[in-house]
């Protein structure tokens, strides 16, 4: 059953805010955020993150970046682990994420290798950038050439390199992701 929450109002990007949902998804968002509020209190990040599929929750995640000393550490990431952990398998076919805030770049990055199937968010990456958890330096980056970046990138050595990526074609038993 889908229902409807406040008749599309704008959220700070401009962009309209999903109305129509279903009870299953404002449950899993309400936990998603329950992480997130918990996870401040225990010296975390404001960042939860839940993934579900066929309706029955796999695993959960929040962002522990300071208390683990991981930059990677953010709640989508960890909650990624956590459930290809639990599945045993490195893809989420079928699966969809509840985030208390829409995924930074890494996370969303992470979540298309992943494989999952749709991204459910409730906090915007202007709400985030707000609270000075803003990545927008790292999307303009990725515009700009490599002699122009904040991180010098070197490429070298290639032709050794790729003996390993030759090495992975000729393979016969991968597994291909």
């Not at 930059?71 to 994420?97: M, W, Y």
């Amino acid at each position: 059953m889908l229902w409807s929450c406040g008749g599309g109002k704008s959220s700070r990007d401009g962009l309209p805010e999903t109305t129509n949902y279903s009870a299953d998804d404002a449950r899993f968002m309400e936990l998603a955020i329950r992480l997130s509020e918990e996870n401040v209190t225990t010296g975390g990040g404001p960042f939860g993150a839940v993934i579900v599929r066929d309706g029955e929750i796999v695993a959960t995640g929040v962002n522990r970046v300071v208390p683990n000393s991981d930059p990677t550490a953010h709640a989508e990431v960890s909650a990624i682990r956590n459930a290809c952990q639990k599945l045993g398998t490195f893809k989420l076919d079928g699966c969809t994420i509840y985030s208390s805030c829409e995924p930074c770049p890494m996370c969303l990055s992470a979540l298309y290798w992943a494989g999952v199937e749709r991204i459910c968010y409730g906090n915007t990456k202007e709400d985030a950038k707000a609270i000075n958890f803003d990545d927008s330096f790292i999307y303009d980056q990725l515009e700009l050439d490599y002699d122009s970046r904040s991180i010098r990138c070197e490429h070298f050595m290639r032709d050794k390199a790729i003996r390993a990526f030759e090495a992975w074609q000729e393979k016969s038993d991968k597994v291909e992701y």
